[in-house]
């Protein structure tokens, strides 16, 4: 998705909590020199760790609707919070385009020494409007909140439900750009929920991005486009609102002991899924450009941009290579290119890559084979390949040829920095000889990968499952 498509766009979002087991220790962590502190956390601080939100990205586009589910606690108003600027992330970004409109759990947004009428004034100046804007829109926020001589009350006397229906009647007079709605509506009763609903189906027709969390499923498929399950604080599936909600379900009523797996296997189908989409999205982009329509688009995306993260660093030059002395044959011209060709040498994890070189024959050569190593920094062999043997026994080169050897190759490599050999032998009355052989001759590194599960440097696309049994 282009930049100028998405409305909210959310990376590596992470929110981490220090849990104390007792209030003495928020004291401790704080008073405490940071040296003594240093020295005690590799004991163990005075806290522990809990995260609320780890490591989720998603993008949503201008004027989609996407509903939010889960399981209580696993993170969605976390979500939200950060999305509205209410709460900052410990790691991880988020970006908005245009005026966002927030209705959040209670508690947030009033000011409850105020009346209802200075409230909305309130609201609207810190959403931004103009005091004409929020003059004009005065008299439509009151009428839809519905009130009464509430109004003028301080809102802290007020029942939640009076009180959601004036936050809802600010949030959408102010022609949000993005709407984001955390349950909050189930507070307000049915007449008052239908009127929201209206509203919201108005403010999404006007263009707006909606996202809202529920804990109704038939809202979420009535009225979203798309869902996200969020789950102890990950995003473990996106798709259609009927593919999310029937997997929630899954998760919501399976027993106690099943849940863990029952959680994996939701969350290793959406990558699967996921994987499968970003290779045929490629394999239909190639093919677009094959027929000559480049930039190819996959879903209105250029597919440069689907390869866009890997790149050419210049200064990543080995400084081990060891060139054999060349009898007859002679390497050069060794890189590593994108499927579009794109010299690169930092790649991302589990993507396809050609690695090529060419061979300059001075003399000629019989049962010509090419191949090519793949290395570890320790200068462990993970893996290559040679071209085959030639069917009618011996390949002929001739004095004055050049071939070109290419290799197809996925980055199944955990990130970190790898060397690749370079080799071309031919039959020699004594056997198979090198004729040209380099070692190291050029270097790469794998990118971090933030979803990556294998562990170890290859990746052999291990699939992790358990299965819990009571045996007494
Ligand atoms: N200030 C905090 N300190 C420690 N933990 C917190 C804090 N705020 C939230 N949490 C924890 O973060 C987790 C996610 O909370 P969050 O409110 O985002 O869940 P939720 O999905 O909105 O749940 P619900 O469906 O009940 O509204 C919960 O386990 C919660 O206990
Ligand atoms: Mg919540």
Request: proline fraction near 4%.
């Amino acid at each position: 998705m282009s930049s100028e498509d998405s409305s909210i766009r959310i990376e590596g979002l992470s929110k981490r909590y220090e849990i104390y087991a007792r209030p003495a220790d928020r004291l401790k962590q704080m008073i405490l020199p940071r040296l003594q502190r240093a020295v005690r956390r590799s004991a163990g601080n005075y806290f522990s760790e809990f995260w609320a939100l780890r490591d989720v990205s998603f993008d949503v586009r201008k004027g989609e609707t996407v509903g939010i589910v889960g399981r209580n606690g696993s993170g969605k108003s976390t979500l939200l919070q950060m999305i509205c600027g209410t709460l900052n992330p410990t790691l991880g970004t988020v970006a908005v385009d245009g005026r966002i409109a927030a209705l959040l759990e209670l508690g947030a947004g009033f000011n409850p020494e105020f009346t209802g009428r200075e409230n909305v004034r309130l609201g609207g100046l810190l959403y931004g409007l103009s005091q004409q804007e929020l003059d004009a829109r005065f008299d439509a926020i009151l009428d839809f909140a519905g009130i009464g001589d509430f109004i003028d009350q301080p809102v802290k006397t007020w029942s939640s439900g009076m009180y959601v229906r004036l936050a809802f009647a600010v949030a959408i007079n102010v022609s949000p750009d993005v709407l984001v709605v955390d349950e909050a509506l189930s507070v307000g009763d049915e007449a008052f929920q239908r009127k929201c609903f209206a509203r919201i189906d108005a403010i999404r027709d006007a263009g707006a991005t909606v996202l809202f969390v529920s804990h109704a499923a038939g809202t979420v498929i009535e009225l979203c486009d798309r869902a996200i399950l969020l789950d102890q604080g990950e995003m473990i599936a996106d798709g259609t609102p009927k593919f999310v909600v029937a997997r929630y379900h899954k998760l919501l009523y399976a027993p106690a002991d099943e849940a863990a797996a029952v959680r994996e296997s939701i969350r290793r189908e959406w990558i699967e899924g996921k994987l499968r989409e970003d290779l045929s999205a490629i394999d239909s982009g190639m093919q677009a450009a094959a027929k000559g329509g480049i930039p190819a688009k996959v879903d209105g995306v250029e597919i440069r941009e689907i390869e866009e993260s890997a790149y050419f660093d210049e200064a990543m030059l080995p400084l081990s290579t060891v060139r054999y002395p060349s009898r007859g044959a002679s390497i050069a011209g060794p890189r590593i290119e994108t499927r579009m060709g794109r010299q690169v040498n930092v790649l991302s994890p589990g993507r396809e890559y050609l690695y090529t070189y060419d061979v300059l024959f001075q003399t000629t050569a019989v049962g010509v084979r090419l191949g090519m190593m793949i290395k570890t920094i320790t200068g462990l062999e993970l893996g290559g390949a040679a071209t085959a043997p030639h069917p009618a026994g011996g390949m002929i080169v001739s004095a004055g040829q050049r071939l070109q050897a290419r290799f197809r190759f996925r980055a199944m490599l955990a990130p970190g920095v790898y060397f690749m050999n370079a080799g071309v032998t031919a039959a020699e009355p004594e056997g198979e000889t090198y004729l040209d052989r380099v070692i190291d001759v050029l270097m790469f590194r794998v990118m971090h990968d933030a979803e990556r599960m294998a562990t170890g440097t290859v990746d052999f696309h291990v699939l992790a499952d358990l299965s819990v049994e009571r045996v007494s």
